[in-house]
């Protein structure tokens, strides 16, 4: 037996109502995205691109609302804090810039999750073997935003025996992981004094004390790609997001990383071609999405994709 997708409610409570005021006449099931500019236009992305949804916001009204969404749980924006983070109802990710870091009005920024999560059989795949031939792997997942880079970790872990543990770690929840024996933390930004910080790196080196058969990072965008590779070279099995537009540009992210993490290209190359054994790539395509597999292979002092 291997534990599915959880599904996702459409609806919103009544509080979450409440904050979202006057955004929440355009929100219903269809909704993925919605944004307010600094002019405060609301802007609605339903399917492939966004759309004026004629709503427009004041100044004050952005502000309200975008505060709000953030201390709903229990985050903080203001003016010595002019950007955050939350994620609501579990599922619905907020993040706001408030001005002067935002040129006019708040900036507001929501993705919503899909009322029918994707499946396997939503996906285009050119090997219809890759679902299962994926299951043991430590796998990166590849892809622009909105490509299906979180559904896909999802349906892989749906696959992870019911007696492994897992420990996911993410800066924001999204992922939905519904196993007997998974674990997740979250970072922590620091307080109004500048303490109590907890970072992605800091999370990957608590994980290895957990006894993890998989570590599971949400996404790598910084210099906890190496304290990731180091796990995933120590024995453990993982999974991960990168942003990318193509299987050839998932090596220069990674050595990009590394390196913004002060280690060399050539060991960067070294550690993922040992950590990582598949890459999917995920792309939104007419009517859908499409994922495509490539294997890292070691070349000399560089790590390459072949599809």
Request: aromatic share 2%.
């Amino acid at each position: 037996m291997q534990w599915g997708v959880r599904r996702h409610d459409a609806s919103v409570s009544p509080t979450l109502h409440a904050a979202l005021g006057a955004l929440g006449g355009v929100v219903d099931s269809d909704v993925r995205d919605l944004c307010v500019d600094g002019n405060g236009v609301v802007w609605v992305r339903r399917t492939a691109g966004f759309d004026d949804s004629g709503i427009r916001l004041e100044p004050r009204e952005a502000r309200r609302i975008g505060v709000g969404l953030v201390e709903l749980t229990g985050g903080r924006v203001d003016d010595a804090k002019p950007t955050g983070d939350s994620a609501l109802a579990g599922d619905i990710r907020a993040h706001v810039v408030l001005p002067p870091i935002s040129r006019g009005s708040a900036l507001i920024s929501l993705r919503f999750p899909r009322v029918v999560p994707l499946r396997e059989s939503d996906f285009v795949v050119e090997d219809e073997d890759l679902w299962d031939s994926l299951g043991g792997r430590s796998v990166l997942v590849a892809g622009a935003t909105g490509s299906g880079k979180t559904t896909v970790t999802e349906l892989l872990l749906a696959r992870v025996p019911l007696n492994e543990r897992v420990v996911v770690i993410e800066d924001i929840p999204e992922l939905s992981v519904r196993h007997p024996h998974a674990v997740s933390m979250t970072t922590r930004p620091p307080n109004a004094e500048g303490a109590g910080r907890v970072t992605m790196s800091e999370l990957v080196r608590e994980a290895l004390r957990m006894s993890p058969d998989r570590i599971v990072v949400g996404e790598v965008r910084g210099a906890e790609i190496i304290d990731l590779l180091l796990a995933l070279t120590s024995g453990h099995r993982g999974l991960s997001t990168i942003h990318a537009r193509s299987l050839n540009e998932v090596p220069d992210r990674l050595i990009a990383l590394g390196m913004m993490a002060g280690v060399d290209p050539t060991t960067v190359a070294r550690l993922v071609a040992v950590a990582f054994s598949h890459v999917v790539l995920c792309e939104r395509i007419d009517g859908g999405h499409r994922v495509r597999l490539g294997r890292f292979r070691r070349t000399g002092e560089a790590v390459v994709v072949d599809s």
